[in-house]
Antibody, heavy 117, light 107 residues
Framework: QVQLQESGPGLVKPSETLTLTCTVSGGSIRSHYWSWIRQPAGKGLEWIGRMYSSGSTDLNPSLKSRASMSVDMSKNQFYLKLTSVTAADTAVYYC???????????WGQGTLVTVSS | DIHLTQSPSSLSASVGDRVTLTCQASHDIYNYLNWYQQKPGHAPKFLISDASNLQTGVPSRFSGSGSGTNFTFSISSLQPEDVATYYCQQYDSFPHTFGPGTKVEIK
């Protein structure tokens, strides 16, 4: 059973850079697509981007190039970096697997990130 | 971006009722549409792919249909454990987008 676990700072100051880690267990990160999706409190889901295990990415243009994703196959981890954060980036961030060109099948439990001074 | 609208935004129904939700896409997305269930305090759960394919382990009371721009999601006999928000999601093009959700409650 594949499991995903997000980790990172719960609090980030405005204008700083948010970095989140997703650790994948129960399966290899290799040969799959991995994504980040976020959800502000009481609101809907926003797709941040998708990355193949090779490192190629598709990112949401709405984030105006502030987002980047990377992978470390030796650690079975992938990462999200979001620069110049504002209060609008406050949300629960989920790391997720995109499976078989069909759907987001495995989700982490989510990690709340608050942007505040 | 492909915009998804869902209706109703919320509904209240009795246990055993048939419940139908709709999702409309701003452009033709063929059948590249998924449905997810999110219970309060939990991550979404993948229910249906390709508009109508029930994922393994998902109860058969859930179903989906549609293609192009109009899609429906149904629960044939609403159960207390189905209280959740249901989201549609398109993967015809990037960025992948989600609908705003339909909140389902028990009357």
């Amino acid at each position: 059973q594949v499991q995903l676990q997000e980790s990172g700072p719960g609090l980030v100051k405005p204008s700083e850079t948010l970095t989140l880690t997703c650790t994948v267990s129960g399966g290899s990160i290799r040969s799959h697509y991995w994504s980040w999706i976020r959800q502000p409190a009481g609101k809907g889901l926003e797709w941040i981007g998708r990355m193949y295990s090779s490192g190629s990415t598709d990112l949401n243009p709405s984030l105006k190039s502030r987002a980047s994703m990377s992978v470390d196959m030796s650690k079975n981890q992938f990462y999200l970096k979001l620069t110049s954060v504002t209060a609008a980036d406050t949300a629960v961030y989920y790391c997720v697997r995109w499976y078989a060109a069909r759907g987001y099948d495995y989700w982490g439990q989510g990690t709340l990130v608050t942007v505040s001074s | 971006d492909i915009h998804l609208t869902q209706s109703p935004s919320s509904l209240s129904a009795s246990v055993g009722d048939r419940v139908t939700l709709t999702c409309q896409a701003s452009h033709d997305i063929y059948n590249y549409l998924n449905w997810y269930q999110q219970k309060p305090g939990h991550a979404p759960k993948f229910l249906i792919s390709d508009a109508s394919n029930l994922q393994t382990g998902v109860p058969s009371r859930f179903s989906g249909s549609g293609s192009g721009t109009n899609f429906t999601f149904s629960i044939s006999s609403l159960q207390p454990e189905d209280v959740a928000t249901y989201y549609c999601q398109q993967y015809d093009s990037f960025p992948h987008t989600f609908g705003p959700g339909t909140k389902v409650e028990i009357k």
